[in-house]
Protein backbone atom coordinates (compact mmCIF):
# COMPACT_ATOMS: atom_id res chain seq x y z
CA UNK A 1 0.00 0.00 0.00
CA UNK A 2 0.90 3.53 0.19
CA UNK A 3 1.56 5.64 2.69
CA UNK A 4 2.62 9.30 4.09
CA UNK A 5 5.80 10.00 6.23
CA UNK A 6 7.11 13.25 8.02
CA UNK A 7 11.08 12.73 7.66
CA UNK A 8 11.24 16.81 8.46
CA UNK A 9 9.93 19.75 8.47
CA UNK A 10 8.93 20.41 4.66
CA UNK A 11 10.08 16.80 4.07
CA UNK A 12 7.16 14.15 3.76
CA UNK A 13 7.24 11.29 1.37
CA UNK A 14 4.60 8.67 -0.39
CA UNK A 15 6.41 5.65 0.37
CA UNK A 16 5.02 1.50 0.09
CA UNK A 17 4.63 0.01 3.03
CA UNK A 18 2.60 -3.46 3.73
CA UNK A 19 -0.70 -3.58 4.38
CA UNK A 20 -0.96 -4.12 8.05
CA UNK A 21 -2.51 -7.42 9.94
CA UNK A 22 -4.52 -6.47 12.84
CA UNK A 23 -3.73 -8.15 16.27
CA UNK A 24 -6.28 -9.31 18.89
CA UNK A 25 -9.14 -6.61 18.76
CA UNK A 26 -7.59 -4.16 16.22
CA UNK A 27 -9.42 -3.41 12.74
CA UNK A 28 -7.75 -2.72 9.54
CA UNK A 29 -9.62 -0.28 7.73
CA UNK A 30 -9.46 0.63 3.77
CA UNK A 31 -9.29 4.26 3.55
CA UNK A 32 -11.68 6.04 1.39
CA UNK A 33 -11.07 9.72 2.68
CA UNK A 34 -8.82 11.60 4.76
CA UNK A 35 -9.03 15.09 5.80
CA UNK A 36 -6.15 17.91 6.08
CA UNK A 37 -6.02 19.52 8.58
CA UNK A 38 -4.16 22.40 10.75
CA UNK A 39 -2.51 19.50 12.75
CA UNK A 40 -1.15 18.41 9.72
CA UNK A 41 0.24 21.98 8.47
CA UNK A 42 1.96 22.35 11.62
CA UNK A 43 3.79 19.15 11.19
CA UNK A 44 4.83 19.55 7.59
CA UNK A 45 6.28 23.16 8.55
CA UNK A 46 8.05 22.30 12.01
CA UNK A 47 7.49 18.64 13.19
CA UNK A 48 5.62 17.12 15.82
CA UNK A 49 6.60 15.56 19.67
CA UNK A 50 7.20 12.15 17.49
CA UNK A 51 10.91 11.15 16.42
CA UNK A 52 10.92 10.77 12.50
CA UNK A 53 10.08 9.16 10.20
CA UNK A 54 6.51 8.94 11.47
CA UNK A 55 3.52 8.33 9.79
CA UNK A 56 0.79 11.82 9.34
CA UNK A 57 -2.92 11.96 9.21
CA UNK A 58 -5.82 11.51 11.78
CA UNK A 59 -9.16 12.18 10.26
CA UNK A 60 -10.55 9.08 7.94
CA UNK A 61 -13.50 7.06 7.11
CA UNK A 62 -13.51 3.90 4.86
CA UNK A 63 -14.28 0.53 5.13
CA UNK A 64 -13.15 -2.81 7.36
CA UNK A 65 -11.03 -4.60 5.40
CA UNK A 66 -10.21 -7.32 8.38
CA UNK A 67 -10.97 -7.91 11.92
CA UNK A 68 -8.48 -9.56 14.60
CA UNK A 69 -9.48 -12.11 16.72
CA UNK A 70 -12.20 -11.10 19.61
CA UNK A 71 -13.94 -7.93 17.48
CA UNK A 72 -17.01 -8.57 17.09
CA UNK A 73 -18.85 -5.15 16.37
CA UNK A 74 -17.43 -4.73 13.12
CA UNK A 75 -16.84 -7.09 10.19
CA UNK A 76 -15.68 -7.10 6.72
CA UNK A 77 -17.36 -4.47 4.46
CA UNK A 78 -18.73 -2.09 7.26
CA UNK A 79 -18.44 1.20 7.08
CA UNK A 80 -16.90 3.13 9.59
CA UNK A 81 -15.27 6.11 10.70
CA UNK A 82 -12.70 6.02 13.49
CA UNK A 83 -11.16 8.66 15.76
CA UNK A 84 -7.39 8.79 16.22
CA UNK A 85 -7.22 8.12 20.06
CA UNK A 86 -9.01 6.86 23.21
CA UNK A 87 -8.11 6.57 26.93
CA UNK A 88 -7.43 3.61 28.85
CA UNK A 89 -9.67 4.03 31.72
CA UNK A 90 -7.64 3.17 34.15
CA UNK A 91 -5.26 5.43 35.19
CA UNK A 92 -5.28 8.36 37.71
CA UNK A 93 -6.15 10.89 35.10
CA UNK A 94 -8.98 9.03 33.80
CA UNK A 95 -10.47 8.30 37.19
CA UNK A 96 -10.21 11.71 37.76
CA UNK A 97 -12.36 12.75 34.70
CA UNK A 98 -9.48 13.92 32.57
CA UNK A 99 -9.04 11.62 29.77
CA UNK A 100 -7.45 13.82 27.51
CA UNK A 101 -4.28 13.51 29.62
CA UNK A 102 -4.45 10.08 29.44
CA UNK A 103 -0.67 9.03 29.02
CA UNK A 104 -2.01 5.95 26.86
CA UNK A 105 -4.19 8.56 24.31
CA UNK A 106 -1.31 9.99 23.63
CA UNK A 107 0.89 6.72 22.53
CA UNK A 108 -2.06 5.93 20.42
CA UNK A 109 -2.52 8.90 18.42
CA UNK A 110 -1.35 9.95 15.30
CA UNK A 111 0.85 6.53 15.15
CA UNK A 112 -0.68 4.72 12.60
CA UNK A 113 -1.23 7.13 10.40
CA UNK A 114 -4.49 7.81 7.76
CA UNK A 115 -2.96 9.32 4.79
CA UNK A 116 -2.38 5.59 3.67
CA UNK A 117 -4.67 3.03 1.52
CA UNK A 118 -5.08 1.20 4.51
CA UNK A 119 -4.96 2.20 8.43
CA UNK A 120 -4.52 -0.46 11.51
CA UNK A 121 -7.02 0.71 14.16
CA UNK A 122 -5.65 -0.05 17.73
CA UNK A 123 -8.37 -2.05 20.18
CA UNK A 124 -9.19 0.91 22.64
CA UNK A 125 -9.92 3.09 19.59
CA UNK A 126 -12.36 0.27 18.30
CA UNK A 127 -14.17 -0.37 21.84
CA UNK A 128 -14.06 3.42 22.50
CA UNK A 129 -13.98 5.51 19.30
CA UNK A 130 -15.13 3.99 16.34
CA UNK A 131 -18.84 4.01 14.94
CA UNK A 132 -20.51 2.31 12.08
CA UNK A 133 -21.48 4.81 9.50
CA UNK A 134 -25.65 5.24 8.41
CA UNK A 135 -25.79 4.52 4.80
CA UNK A 136 -26.86 8.05 4.45
CA UNK A 137 -23.69 9.56 5.70
CA UNK A 138 -20.68 10.15 3.41
CA UNK A 139 -17.01 9.37 3.99
CA UNK A 140 -16.19 13.14 4.17
CA UNK A 141 -19.26 13.52 6.74
CA UNK A 142 -17.68 10.89 9.04
CA UNK A 143 -14.21 12.19 8.58
CA UNK A 144 -14.85 15.45 10.31
CA UNK A 145 -15.28 13.23 13.88
CA UNK A 146 -11.86 14.06 15.12
CA UNK A 147 -11.85 17.73 15.11
CA UNK A 148 -15.58 18.27 15.91
CA UNK A 149 -15.53 16.36 19.17
CA UNK A 150 -12.16 18.50 19.96
CA UNK A 151 -14.51 21.75 19.46
CA UNK A 152 -17.40 20.48 20.91
CA UNK A 153 -14.53 19.29 24.38
CA UNK A 154 -13.69 22.99 23.97
CA UNK A 155 -16.99 24.43 23.93
CA UNK A 156 -18.14 22.77 27.24
CA UNK A 157 -15.42 23.33 28.76
CA UNK A 158 -16.42 27.04 28.36
CA UNK A 159 -19.29 28.61 30.72
CA UNK A 160 -21.87 30.03 28.10
CA UNK A 161 -25.06 31.49 28.71
CA UNK A 162 -27.87 31.84 26.27
CA UNK A 163 -27.23 35.56 25.21
CA UNK A 164 -23.60 35.70 26.44
CA UNK A 165 -21.57 37.15 23.56
CA UNK A 166 -18.28 34.50 22.75
CA UNK A 167 -15.38 35.92 20.33
CA UNK A 168 -13.55 33.09 18.03
CA UNK A 169 -10.07 34.20 17.21
CA UNK A 170 -9.07 32.10 14.14
CA UNK A 171 -11.32 30.83 11.78
CA UNK A 172 -10.07 27.66 10.41
CA UNK A 173 -11.97 24.55 10.68
CA UNK A 174 -11.45 23.86 14.43
CA UNK A 175 -12.27 28.14 14.83
CA UNK A 176 -15.35 27.65 12.67
CA UNK A 177 -16.57 24.61 14.47
CA UNK A 178 -16.24 26.36 17.56
CA UNK A 179 -18.43 29.29 16.21
CA UNK A 180 -21.22 26.53 15.04
CA UNK A 181 -20.91 24.48 18.53
CA UNK A 182 -21.04 28.36 20.36
CA UNK A 183 -24.24 29.54 17.93
CA UNK A 184 -26.15 26.60 18.73
CA UNK A 185 -25.37 26.89 22.93
CA UNK A 186 -27.14 30.39 22.32
CA UNK A 187 -24.52 33.09 21.82
CA UNK A 188 -23.82 35.96 20.29
CA UNK A 189 -20.61 35.45 18.37
CA UNK A 190 -17.91 37.64 16.89
CA UNK A 191 -15.37 35.68 14.37
CA UNK A 192 -12.13 36.74 13.52
CA UNK A 193 -9.51 35.69 10.83
CA UNK A 194 -7.51 37.46 8.50
CA UNK A 195 -9.31 35.75 5.31
CA UNK A 196 -12.96 36.90 3.57
CA UNK A 197 -13.00 33.44 2.72
CA UNK A 198 -13.27 32.04 5.96
CA UNK A 199 -15.37 34.56 7.78
CA UNK A 200 -17.55 34.46 5.02
CA UNK A 201 -18.26 30.62 6.46
CA UNK A 202 -18.05 32.02 9.79
CA UNK A 203 -21.46 33.96 9.31
CA UNK A 204 -22.53 30.91 7.68
CA UNK A 205 -22.15 29.33 10.56
CA UNK A 206 -23.74 31.55 12.83
CA UNK A 207 -21.52 34.21 13.46
CA UNK A 208 -23.09 37.69 14.08
CA UNK A 209 -20.08 39.76 13.41
CA UNK A 210 -17.30 39.41 11.74
CA UNK A 211 -13.81 41.19 11.83
CA UNK A 212 -11.07 41.02 9.04
CA UNK A 213 -7.72 41.78 11.29
CA UNK A 214 -5.99 43.39 8.52
CA UNK A 215 -8.18 46.25 8.51
CA UNK A 216 -8.37 46.90 12.29
CA UNK A 217 -5.66 48.33 14.72
CA UNK A 218 -6.03 47.00 17.57
CA UNK A 219 -8.15 43.09 17.18
CA UNK A 220 -9.28 43.41 20.92
CA UNK A 221 -10.46 46.61 20.83
CA UNK A 222 -12.07 46.27 18.06
CA UNK A 223 -13.87 43.22 19.36
CA UNK A 224 -14.47 44.88 22.61
CA UNK A 225 -16.28 48.01 20.72
CA UNK A 226 -18.44 45.67 19.41
CA UNK A 227 -19.78 44.62 22.65
CA UNK A 228 -22.30 46.78 25.27
CA UNK A 229 -20.35 49.70 27.16
CA UNK A 230 -17.19 48.17 25.46
CA UNK A 231 -16.74 46.27 28.61
CA UNK A 232 -15.45 43.11 26.21
CA UNK A 233 -16.85 39.55 25.43
CA UNK A 234 -18.32 36.98 28.34
CA UNK A 235 -15.71 34.21 26.68
CA UNK A 236 -12.56 34.77 24.33
CA UNK A 237 -11.68 31.18 22.56
CA UNK A 238 -8.19 31.23 20.66
CA UNK A 239 -7.93 28.50 17.71
CA UNK A 240 -5.42 29.61 15.39
CA UNK A 241 -2.45 28.43 17.77
CA UNK A 242 -0.06 31.46 17.74
CA UNK A 243 1.06 32.77 20.75
CA UNK A 244 0.03 36.55 20.06
CA UNK A 245 -3.46 35.84 19.74
CA UNK A 246 -3.75 34.26 23.10
CA UNK A 247 -2.39 37.62 24.67
CA UNK A 248 -5.08 39.15 21.87
CA UNK A 249 -8.07 37.36 23.38
CA UNK A 250 -6.79 37.37 26.65
CA UNK A 251 -7.01 41.23 26.33
CA UNK A 252 -11.11 40.85 25.29
CA UNK A 253 -12.56 39.63 28.07
CA UNK A 254 -14.96 41.77 30.19
CA UNK A 255 -14.28 41.74 33.85
CA UNK A 256 -14.85 38.53 35.32
CA UNK A 257 -14.93 36.90 31.78
CA UNK A 258 -13.51 33.43 30.39
CA UNK A 259 -10.51 32.84 28.12
CA UNK A 260 -9.92 29.37 26.78
CA UNK A 261 -6.35 29.03 24.97
CA UNK A 262 -7.34 25.76 22.49
CA UNK A 263 -4.69 26.17 19.30
CA UNK A 264 -1.14 24.43 19.88
CA UNK A 265 1.67 26.55 19.61
CA UNK A 266 5.42 25.67 19.07
CA UNK A 267 6.78 23.93 21.89
CA UNK A 268 9.09 26.09 24.16
CA UNK A 269 6.92 29.62 23.34
CA UNK A 270 5.43 31.75 26.45
CA UNK A 271 3.07 34.02 26.64
CA UNK A 272 2.73 37.27 28.87
CA UNK A 273 0.09 37.61 30.93
CA UNK A 274 -0.85 41.21 32.59
CA UNK A 275 -1.05 39.84 36.29
CA UNK A 276 -3.45 43.07 37.59
CA UNK A 277 -6.27 42.33 34.88
CA UNK A 278 -6.06 38.52 36.00
CA UNK A 279 -6.25 39.76 39.85
CA UNK A 280 -8.18 42.61 39.57
CA UNK A 281 -10.46 41.47 36.91
CA UNK A 282 -10.77 38.08 37.57
CA UNK A 283 -10.33 36.69 34.39
CA UNK A 284 -9.90 32.82 33.78
CA UNK A 285 -7.84 31.37 31.61
CA UNK A 286 -8.28 27.83 30.60
CA UNK A 287 -5.86 25.55 28.27
CA UNK A 288 -7.74 22.97 26.76
CA UNK A 289 -6.20 19.69 24.56
CA UNK A 290 -7.80 17.19 22.51
CA UNK A 291 -11.14 15.68 23.72
CA UNK A 292 -12.46 12.53 25.44
CA UNK A 293 -15.26 9.53 24.32
CA UNK A 294 -17.59 11.35 25.56
CA UNK A 295 -17.69 14.36 23.20
CA UNK A 296 -16.76 11.74 20.39
CA UNK A 297 -20.06 10.22 20.86
CA UNK A 298 -21.64 13.42 21.15
CA UNK A 299 -19.63 14.68 17.62
CA UNK A 300 -20.81 11.49 15.94
CA UNK A 301 -24.43 12.26 16.69
CA UNK A 302 -24.06 15.77 15.74
CA UNK A 303 -22.80 14.78 12.54
CA UNK A 304 -25.78 12.58 12.11
CA UNK A 305 -28.17 15.10 12.40
CA UNK A 306 -26.04 17.45 10.02
CA UNK A 307 -24.97 20.09 12.52
CA UNK A 308 -22.31 20.79 10.27
CA UNK A 309 -21.66 19.88 6.80
CA UNK A 310 -18.79 18.40 4.93
CA UNK A 311 -20.09 20.57 1.69
CA UNK A 312 -18.80 23.16 3.53
CA UNK A 313 -15.95 21.96 5.31
CA UNK A 314 -14.25 20.13 2.63
CA UNK A 315 -12.86 21.75 -0.57
CA UNK A 316 -10.74 20.02 -3.23
CA UNK A 317 -9.57 16.17 -3.58
CA UNK A 318 -6.68 14.88 -3.91
CA UNK A 319 -4.81 11.74 -4.76
CA UNK A 320 -2.21 10.42 -1.72
CA UNK A 321 0.87 11.16 -4.18
CA UNK A 322 -0.39 14.87 -4.45
CA UNK A 323 -0.53 15.22 -0.60
CA UNK A 324 1.76 18.11 -0.40
CA UNK A 325 -0.10 20.04 -2.27
CA UNK A 326 -3.10 19.30 -0.34
CA UNK A 327 -1.59 20.38 3.12
CA UNK A 328 -0.20 24.02 1.49
CA UNK A 329 -3.50 24.62 -0.31
CA UNK A 330 -4.85 24.36 3.43
CA UNK A 331 -1.93 26.13 4.78
CA UNK A 332 -2.90 29.08 2.45
CA UNK A 333 -6.51 29.98 3.39
CA UNK A 334 -7.90 29.10 0.15
CA UNK A 335 -9.85 26.50 1.35
CA UNK A 336 -11.38 25.09 4.66
CA UNK A 337 -9.81 21.21 4.53
CA UNK A 338 -8.88 18.99 1.48
CA UNK A 339 -9.53 15.70 0.66
CA UNK A 340 -7.31 13.14 -0.37
CA UNK A 341 -9.45 10.33 -2.11
CA UNK A 342 -8.40 6.39 -2.68
CA UNK A 343 -9.77 5.29 -5.80
CA UNK A 344 -10.75 1.39 -6.06
CA UNK A 345 -7.82 -0.83 -6.75
Given at each position: ????????????????????????????????????????????????????????????????????????????????VAHNSA???????????????????????????????????????????????????????????????????????????????????????IGLMFI??????????????????????????????????????????????????????????????????????????????????????KKGLTV??????????????????????????????????????????????????????????????????????????
Amino acid sequence: MKKVSFYAPEDIRVEEAPVPVPGPGEVVVKNKVTLTCGTDVKTYKRGYRYEPPFSMGHEASGIVEAVGEGVTKFKKGDRVVAHNSAPCGKCYYCKKGLQSMCPDLIQNQFKNGAYAQYQLIPKPIVEQNMFHMPDSMSYKQAALLEPLSCALYGTANVPIELGDTVCVNGCGPIGLMFIRMCYLRGARVIACDLSDVRLNLAKKLGAQEVINIKDVEDQAQAVKDLTEDGRGVDAAIEAAGIPEVWSIAMNMARPGGFVLCFGGTKKGLTVPVDTTKLHYEQITIKGVFHTTPVHVNAAFEMLKMNAISADDFVQNEYQIEDIEKAILEHASGAVIKNAIVYPED
